[in-house]
């Protein structure tokens, strides 16, 4: 298994910078140290190696003046990722992908996690993997070359609209609506917690479209945002992933032509839990590499420190519990690399993408405590990463599903579950 080797490097001078002393950051001549997997092949290699030098070059260097900033340029950074093929690994060639499986779309998710950030990596996952899975899948070619290309090219950034502020976990109970006109839909309501929501040029919106049964009455619709009547109402103020934007939105008599409906009116449900299932993987695959750096950060950071004489890794609390979340780690991968091969495959893999999310969220909380525990009062500055991971993984446990919505996934998968009455 690929456990690559990462350090903590004091960086330069940069002014500005906000994580100067004790910054993690994975040196790019590590790039090409990726092992042959049972999922990773030299191709899924040499395209994680492109992606390093990007991240490395064009990312890293500003991500603390990002995060301070509470915004990064979506469209400058999408453009670069974009020109490199890395936002549609998975998608049709004719719209600019390059129609690869889903493995590969995972390969960059683990190594889109050298970002020494969560903001910026999850809005690259809104781009390629979390907005798009059903307009690739369900569009019309007609709405794919409109939405799709440009999105995989950079071009435009997209944003994802399922969540309201009544309907987070129970996604069936949103309220916003689209009403048939004509040839177009009238589109009334709000979305709440939109990611990329404040910089997006589409939304691929999640809407009631009749008064039918809750699962059965919901439509996706890419829905141009510079369209009148949609409102930018704020950018919300968060605890973590600083550098990612996050928006509320608002939708007065929107109209759109009802052509941008994807797939089947009626399917939008079913077509945003499919969507959901990769996000999910898409997630836990982020974590992993992130969760390798901070572990590796924390190693180098307590060999350093001596305390009552010796460095603070000869204790064996310390070096024996960084063993233990490394053995964590590695067996979320085991069970996501599975999970993903089965996936690519053709099998129902809700159950096990289910599991990898919740155990993501949780190891990434309990690692995250663990290591920034070692760091002592270091830990609770904002000049190391750990502090920066402690707070941006913490979404993990509540974004596209919280622990306790996975939970319930899985007892209905394992007929725990109890009915409702
Ligand atoms: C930074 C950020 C970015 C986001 N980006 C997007 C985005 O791009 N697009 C989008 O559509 N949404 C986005 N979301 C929304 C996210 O998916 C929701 O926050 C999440 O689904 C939880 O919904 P909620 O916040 O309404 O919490 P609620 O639904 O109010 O749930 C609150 C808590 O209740 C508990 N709970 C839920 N269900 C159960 C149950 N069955 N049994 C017991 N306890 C339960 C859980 O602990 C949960 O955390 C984002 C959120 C954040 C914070």
């Known amino acids: ?24 950051t994975a040196p790019a001549s590590q790039a090409g140290n990726q092992e042959v997997t049972a999922l990773y092949t030299p191709e899924h290699n040499a395209i994680r190696d492109s992606l ?58 683990e190594e889109l996690g050298n970002i020494n950030c969560g903001g910026i990596p999850m809005a690259i996952g809104v781009q390629s993997d979390m907005a798009t899975p059903a307009l690739s ?52 309501g709000s979305k709440m917690w939109i990611t990329n929501g404040c910089q997006a040029d589409w939304m691929c919106l999640l809407t009631n479209t009749s008064a039918g049964a809750p699962h059965k009455n919901k439509s996706l619709i890419c829905l141009p945002m510079k369209t009148p009547g949609v409102h930018i109402a704020k950018k919300i103020d968060k605890m973590g992933m600083k550098s990612s934007d996050t928006a509320q939105i608002f939708f007065e008599d929107v109209r759109v032509p009802s052509k941008y409906l994807i797939g ?23 974590v992993l590499t992130a969760m390798e750096n901070i572990v590796q950060g924390t190693i180098k950071y307590t060999s350093e420190r001596k305390i009552f004489n010796q460095p603070l890794l000869d204790n064996q ?48 909380r309990e690692l995250s405590d663990s290591c920034l525990q070692f760091w002592g009062g270091m830990g609770f500055t ?36 109890p009915r409702k009455k």
């Open 52 to 109: 390093r030098k990007i991240i490395d070059t064009e990312i890293n260097p500003y991500v603390d003046q990002w995060e301070k900033e509470e915004q990064f340029p979506a469209h400058h950074v999408f453009k670069i990722l974009g020109r490199a093929g890395m936002l549609g690994v998975s998608k049709q060639t004719e719209y600019g992908g390059m129609g690869l499986d889903f493995s590969y779309s995972i390969a960059i998710a």
């Open 264 to 286: 089947e009116e009626g399917m939008g449900f079913v077509y945003q839990m499919l969507q959901f299932q990769e996000e999910r993987m898409w997630g836990a695959a982020n």
């Open 382 to 417: 904002n000049e190391v990463l750990v502090s920066r991971f402690y707070r941006d993984s913490r979404l993990l446990s509540i974004g596209a599903g919280a622990d306790e919505v996975m939970l319930s996934i899985i007892c209905k998968y394992m007929g725990t579950l």
């Open 137 to 188: 899948r369900f569009g019309s070619d007609e709405l794919k070359r409109q939405f799709l290309t440009p999105t995989i090219a950079g071009d435009v950034v997209a944003c994802l609209g399922v969540s309201e502020t009544g309907g987070g976990s129970d996604v069936a109970s949103i309220k916003t609506n689209a009403v048939r006109k004509g040839d177009d839909y009238i589109i009334n």
């Open 1 to 24: 298994m690929a456990l690559r080797l990462c350090s903590l490097q004091l960086l330069r001078s940069r002014p500005g910078s906000v994580c100067r002393l004790f910054s993690l």
């Open 317 to 364: 609390t310390v070096h024996f519990r960084l063993a233990e979340l490394s053995t964590e780690v590695e067996l979320l991968r085991s069970l996501l690399h599975r999970t993903v091969g089965l996936y690519i495959d053709g099998n129902d893999v809700t159950k096990l993408a289910s599991m990898a999310k919740l155990k993501a969220g949780r190891l990434a």
